[in-house]
């Protein structure tokens, strides 16, 4: 800024003067020089500080310009590729249309063999053209290949055609924040993909603690927001936006409880399992903070409150996701959770499989001090026991004196008399008598005997009889007491000392039972105990409670507690057989797919997506399972078992019981007539007619084959799934006669040709694997007494069978009986005499199975030894049924051109009217199909002249806005360039005028 100068006055110096008058001067140049530059750019701003505002908003005006030009250059690219897909989908339209009229010229029964020739070699071309159309490459990218631009998208092998595209399209910026799709995929358009009519089966993901709460409710989500939890004294705001997992939810409600209270919060298999301590009393309730929904949204909504019990929560719906682990998927293993006061003490029993079999089996710690008048054992010596029946409850009374100690048994099992408390009480002066009264509402037993002690031991084990609730038995365990004194008597001193607790004695069926030493043994030391016990780790895995652990080093160090007890819930679905895999059919080939090594969605799908089978599988855009679909044209696909239930599981096998009889042999469905539409005879000559006729599925012609009114007794025929591949297959589960099975089509019926029962154009079929009969090698320790035991009839009814030995005899004799209920043999036998010939005759005797001496491994056997063993000595095993595999006529395949081409080729070639006359109509959908891509393109096209129009218009009005804040106005800008001049014409005259003067100017 130019320097301040004093206004003169009469009295001035000449400097001042002369310094006023040469600022005047450059002021006036400058304005010129700023003048003139406008009046040349015709831009009133040079720099952004001669008007900061203006120039502000002339910038952002200027950035707006270049981005509508770049979406105007964005535009013109678009275009150039919608107008060469479109160029290309009219040859592919015009290209169908003259092979439809060439295939109506040959669906018919008049038609030559060289037209027919000349027909299919025009199709074939006519399949290279359109592969050489859809592989179309335009300015560096292909034209179908959805987002995989450099990717050839079809390929041809001279059978089938592959599509290596994706159906992803890919957009462009044509304004700013608009995408306009400016390509279209192969499958959209050619049809590349095959499509699945069965409703994706549900996986069932379980809750974890790393589930995203984006993932819950169905991939609806959890929103940010708080909680309010109160003990109805204190209460506390949590806010939840911070946290992105369900465990972090979990941490953060632990982490923050009401005052001086403890809260723990459980990530359960389906939703939250919140507890307060019982200690603090009080209500435990949760409710929303201002109008959130948080709490709603979490399924831990409580507003009236708990008291101090927990806070189960709704099932929070989780999605699959490609993380998810397939161990949390199909249902959960039932668990239990075992809690003691105290932290550092609660345990985990979780079952080692899926399924409602582990529910329903108990955990109960006992003190075992209580169960016997010896002293309990001492902690790190702790005992389990497994109990598939319900067990009494008990307690031991230690009296003073000698053979007096009593064991007092529950008169009913189960736990409805755990944690009784036994007293010992004064009954006043009733001599040698004793009283007992059972208090079932504070669980007390109390027994009354004389104030001067001469109430005998025996009165008071009949008093306790009386009563009814237990009995009373001699406490033996402790030696010192001695041999059991029915006149010992309850002393005086006894009274109101003696005292016993049921604890937690008592189970129902299925119970485990621990024994503890009260306030010593350590939640480890039951662990170590657990894990001991092969009854339990047979099914179940033992751990600690994380959530209950205060620090690594404390964890599992607290004490237990005696009578603490849980039982496991929640079990339900199944495993996933990860060990058979799947069996995909497609091109024309069989491909077994290894799944053993997959943990995850995500490596599940790499398996299948990596596979030579040509297939896409993923997760179903619903999140509830995976969808596996054929990308090869030319060929249907099937997926099947191999053996197990791998694809039933997962909810991909193409053929299930739930398919319509209509969907069959390519939607043609299945031919029936009135009556019977098949007999299947059965190995023991049993004749099942078969009517199909009311069929609306699958399952419903099997369920026609297992319900049968004759199909009933040991030579029942099975209808099921094909076990190894798809199609319906028939079991005769035994035989006397293999190979028997046979299946035989009704005149005029193609229903068992149409069911893949029969191969078309035969009349019967017999079985397509024979049975096998099944044995067992019973080999023995001692010389000459080696048996082989088999099963009188081939067939599976006797494979598993086990034999059991029963030393029940004098002698050496043997009686054989077969039980078919418990599927046993058992030998009555002299272990110490009965010989190997002896048992040979008793089980050839009794007829089910025949046995013989086996010199496999003893070339000298003559049955002459004593078998010396007992119990199940072996099971037989290798029985198989007479199966009659059905072929599969279900048929999933791409619904696109290149597939009616081929299928279209194929039929002309084997004049297959029918074909040809499906392949016509398949034409039609693909025309339609094509028609409606032409008509997305041009709707694109059109959108994108709407846009060009627009942005033009727009690109006018921020011109000249811009205008506005930045050009001059060249008339303005002219008159202050000659106002300027003037006043520097006339400062330049006053400066002349004023150094010309002098000190004889004023003489």
Same mark, same amino acid.
């Given at each position: ?679 299947? %005879? !059965?190995?023991?000559?049993? $004749? /099942? &007619?078969?009517?199909?006729?009311? *069929?609306? @599925?699958?399952? #419903?012609? =099997? ?118 209920? %418990? !599927?046993?043999?058992?030998? $009555? /036998? &002299?272990?110490?005499?009965?010989? *190997?010939? @002896?048992?040979? #005759?008793? =089980? ?160």
């Amino acid at each position: 800024m130019a320097g301040v100068y004093p206004v003169p006055t009469t009295r001035t110096s000449s400097i001042l003067a002369q310094t006023r008058l040469t600022a005047q001067l450059q002021a006036d140049q400058l304005s010129i020089l700023r003048l003139q530059s406008q009046i040349s750019t015709g831009r009133r701003i040079a720099l952004p500080s001669e008007d900061a505002p203006a120039s502000q908003r002339a910038i952002h005006l200027q950035q707006l310009l270049e981005l509508k030009a770049q979406a105007l250059v964005n535009l013109d690219t678009s275009q150039s590729y919608l107008d060469a897909t479109d160029s290309a989908i009219a040859n592919v339209s015009s290209t169908l249309n003259q092979i439809r009229s060439t295939a109506l010229g040959v669906a018919n029964t008049t038609s030559s063999e060289t037209t027919r020739a000349a027909a299919a070699a025009e199709v074939s071309r006519a399949i290279e053209q359109l592969v050489d159309v859809a592989n179309q490459n335009f300015r560096g990218r292909y034209l179908f290949a959805g987002s995989k631009t450099t990717t050839v998208p079809f390929t041809y092998d001279g059978t089938n055609v592959i599509y290596n595209g994706n159906e992803r399209e890919l957009s462009s910026y044509a304004d700013i924040d608009l995408l306009l799709e400016t390509s279209i995929a192969g499958s959209q358009i050619f049809g590349a993909f095959s499509s699945s009519s069965q409703t994706v089966s549900d996986l069932q993901p379980i809750l974890t603690r790393s589930t995203k709460l984006s993932d819950l409710r169905s991939g609806e989500g959890i929103g940010d927001g708080s909680i309010a939890i109160s003990d109805g004294n204190s209460t506390r705001i949590i806010n939840l936006s911070g946290a992105s997992t369900i465990g972090d939810v979990a941490d953060l409600i632990e982490a923050n409880p009401p005052a001086g209270r403890t809260v723990t919060a459980r990530v359960g298999p389906e939703g939250l399992i919140l507890d307060i301590d019982d200690a603090g009393g009080g209500n435990f309730t949760i409710r929303e903070v201002g109008g959130g929904t948080t709490a709603a949204r979490l399924g831990i909504y409580e507003p009236l409150g708990t008291l101090t019990g927990p806070v189960t929560g709704e099932d929070l719906d989780p999605i699959l996701t490609r993380t998810t682990s397939l161990a949390d998927i199909l249902g959960v293993r039932a668990q239990a959770i075992v809690q003691s006061s105290g932290p550092n003490n609660d345990i985990v029993i979780e079952s080692l499989t899926r399924g409602s079999a582990s529910n329903g089996v108990s955990l109960q710690l006992v003190d075992d001090s209580a169960l016997h008048a010896s002293p309990g054992l001492v902690a790190g010596a702790e005992q389990v026991v497994y109990s598939e029946t319900a067990v009494a409850a008990r307690a031991a009374l230690s009296f003073s004196g000698f053979g007096n100690n009593l064991l007092l048994t529950g008169s009913v099992t189960g736990t409805s008399l755990n944690n009784v408390t036994i007293e010992v009480v004064s009954g006043g002066a009733i001599g040698d008598a004793a009283t007992a009264t059972f208090d079932a509402n504070s669980k007390t037993l109390t027994i009354a005997v004389d104030s001067a002690g001469n109430t005998s031991i025996q009165s008071v084990v009949d008093a306790i009889a009386l009563e009814g609730t237990f009995t009373a038995s001699h406490d033996s365990s402790d030696g010192v007491d001695g041999a059991y004194n029915p006149l010992s008597t309850v002393s005086v001193g006894d009274i109101g000392v003696v005292t016993g607790n049921t604890s937690a004695s008592g189970g129902e069926a299925g119970t485990i039972f621990v024994y503890v030493e009260a306030g010593a043994t350590t939640a480890n030391q039951v662990v170590t105990a657990l894990e001991a016990n092969s009854d339990v780790t047979a099914r179940f895995r033992v751990s600690l409670d994380d959530s209950d652990t205060s620090s690594p080093g404390a964890a599992g160090k607290g004490n237990v507690l005696p009578g603490a007890s849980a039982t496991t819930i929640d079990g339900s679905g199944s495993d996933l057989d990860l060990t058979s895999g799947i069996i995909i059919e497609n091109g024309g080939e069989s491909f077994t797919i290894d799944l053993s090594g997959a943990e995850t969605i995500e490596d599940l799908l790499n398996v299948l997506n990596g596979s030579p089978a040509h297939v896409r599988a993923e997760v179903d855009p619903t999140g509830k399972g995976i969808i596996v679909r054929s990308r090869l044209s030319g060929r249907p696909i099937s997926i099947g078992e191999n053996g197990g239930t791998t694809a039933a599981q997962l909810g991909i096998r193409t053929t299930t019981e739930e398919i319509y009889l209509t969907e069959l042999n390519y939607g043609r469905g299945v031919g029936t007539f009135e009556g019977t539409d098949f007999t299947i %005879t !059965r190995p023991d000559g049993v $004749a /099942l &007619d078969i009517d199909i006729d009311g *069929a609306v @599925t699958v399952g #419903d012609v =099997i369920d026609r084959i297992n319900n049968h009114a004759l199909n009933t007794g040991s030579g029942r025929v099975t209808a099921a799934l094909n076990r190894v591949g798809n199609g319906i297959e028939l079991t005769a589960s035994q035989s006397s006669s293999p190979g028997t099975l046979s299946i035989t089509k009704a005149f005029q019926s193609e229903a068992a040709w149409d069911l893949g029962l029969i191969p078309t154009g035969e009349q019967s079929i017999t079985t397509s694997t024979a049975a096998t009969v099944a044995s067992a090698r019973l080999d023995f320790a001692g010389a000459n007494s080696d048996l082989l035991v088999t099963a009188g009839i081939a067939g599976s009814s006797l494979s598993g069978v086990a034999i059991r030995f029963v030393d029940s005899a004098v002698g050496d004799v043997a009686t054989a009986t077969y039980d078919a209920g %418990t !599927r046993e043999l058992t030998i $009555a /036998l &002299d272990a110490s005499a009965t010989s *190997a010939t @002896t048992i040979r #005759d008793a =089980i050839n005797l009794e007829g089910t199975f025949s046995a013989a001496l086996d010199a496999t491994s003893d070339p000298t056997n003559d049955g002459s030894g004593v078998i010396g063993t007992t119990g199940v000595v072996g099971i037989t095993s290798g029985g198989t049924a007479e199966v009659l595999t059905g072929a599969n006529t279900y048929h999933q395949e791409v619904q696109g051109v290149f597939n009616t081409l081929i299928q279209l080729r194929d039929a002309i070639n084997n004049f297959d009217l029918a074909s040809i006359d499906r392949s016509l109509e398949s034409l039609d959908v693909d025309l339609d199909r094509i028609n409606f891509g032409r008509a997305e393109i041009g709707a694109r096209g059109q959108a994108l002249d709407l846009l060009r129009t627009r942005l033009e218009d727009e690109e006018v009005t921020l011109k000249d806005s811009l205008s506005k804040e930045i050009e001059v106005d060249i008339t303005q800008a002219i008159s202050e360039l000659a106002a300027r001049q003037a006043s520097l014409e006339a400062s330049m005259q006053l400066m002349a005028t004023l150094f010309q003067t002098t000190l004889l100017n004023y003489l």
